[in-house]
C-alpha cells in the first residue's frame, strides 16, 4: 500500500492565524481526501482533491475556509485559515490503497488554536 | 441517523478473553466494509476488510450481515497489544467513505 509523509505532525498556533499542511505519497494516486477528526468523535471528509481540477469539498466545508492544493499526483496541502479555538483537531490526508485494500492514511497533524 | 454506529464502549477485557464489537450502517447501498485499528495518538490503520463471506486473519474474525447492515468484529485470544480503539467503516459510492466514532478496547493483563 502507498506510504503517506505528513507534516507537521503538531502544532500550536494563535487565532486568525493559518497553517498549512502537507502530504506526499511514494506513488501517483488519482485523488487524495483530507479528513477531521475531533476528539472523541469520528473521522469526517473535508474535501477531495484531484490534481488539476478544484477540490471537492463536503457539506459543511468551504474552499475559503480550507483551501487546498494539488499540484502533481503525489502532493496536496490543506490549509487552515483564520484559524479558531474551533479548529483545533486532528488533521489526516488519505488515498486508495486499492480495491478492498481500504485507505491508507498520513500519520495526523495535530492541531491546537490558542 | 448517523451512517455508521459503534458501541463506544470502552470494553475492558482481561488477557485471552474473547471479545466482539458490533456496527450498524444505515445505507443498504454501501458496497465495501472495513474495520481500522487506531492506537492512542496514531492514524487509523487497515485491520481487515469485510467480505459477505467473512473472513478469518488469525485471532480476528469479521463478518458482514447485509439483510440486518451490521458488521461484527471478533478477537480471540485478546492480547495487552490489542488495547486500541476499533473503527467500523463503510465505503458507499465512489470514495465516500463512513466513519463509526470507534470502539474503545482495553486488555488487562
Known amino acids: 500500500s502507498a506510504v503517506i509523509s505528513q507534516k507537521p505532525s503538531r502544532d500550536i498556533c494563535q487565532r486568525g492565524t493559518s497553517l498549512t499542511i502537507q502530504c506526499q505519497v511514494d506513488?501517483?494516486?488519482?485523488?487524495m481526501f483530507w479528513y477531521r477528526q475531533q476528539p472523541g468523535q469520528s473521522l469526517t471528509l473535508i474535501a477531495t482533491?484531484?490534481?488539476?481540477?478544484?477540490?471537492?469539498?463536503e457539506s459543511g466545508f468551504v474552499i475559503d475556509k480550507f483551501p487546498i492544493s494539488r499540484p502533481n499526483l503525489t502532493f496536496s496541502t490543506l490549509t487552515v485559515s483564520n484559524m479558531s479555538p474551533e479548529d483545533s483537531s486532528i488533521y489526516l490526508c488519505?488515498?486508495?490503497?486499492?480495491?478492498?485494500?481500504?485507505?491508507?492514511f498520513g500519520s495526523g497533524t495535530r492541531l491546537t488554536v490558542v | 441517523r448517523k451512517e455508521v454506529e459503534q458501541d463506544p464502549g470502552p470494553f475492558n477485557v482481561p488477557e485471552g478473553a474473547t471479545v466482539a464489537f458490533n456496527c450498524t450502517y444505515s445505507?443498504?447501498?454501501?458496497?465495501?466494509f472495513f474495520w481500522y485499528r487506531q492506537d492512542c495518538r496514531k492514524e487509523p490503520k487497515l485491520l481487515m476488510s469485510?467480505?459477505?463471506s467473512g473472513n478469518e486473519d488469525g485471532r480476528f474474525t469479521a463478518q458482514l450481515n447485509r439483510a440486518s447492515q451490521y458488521i461484527s468484529l471478533l478477537i480471540r485470544d485478546s492480547k495487552l497489544s490489542d488495547s486500541a480503539t476499533y473503527l467500523c467503516?463503510?465505503?458507499?459510492?465512489?470514495?465516500?467513505?463512513?466513519f463509526g466514532t470507534g470502539t474503545r478496547l482495553t486488555v488487562i493483563p
Open positions: 488519505s488515498v486508495e490503497s486499492g480495491s478492498n485494500y481500504g485507505y491508507t
Open positions: 506513488s501517483q494516486v488519482t485523488m
Open positions: 482533491a484531484n490534481q488539476g481540477s478544484e477540490a471537492t469539498y
Open positions: 445505507n443498504s447501498a454501501s458496497q465495501s
Open positions: 469485510v467480505y459477505s
Open positions: 467503516v463503510c465505503l458507499t459510492g465512489a470514495n465516500n467513505l463512513f
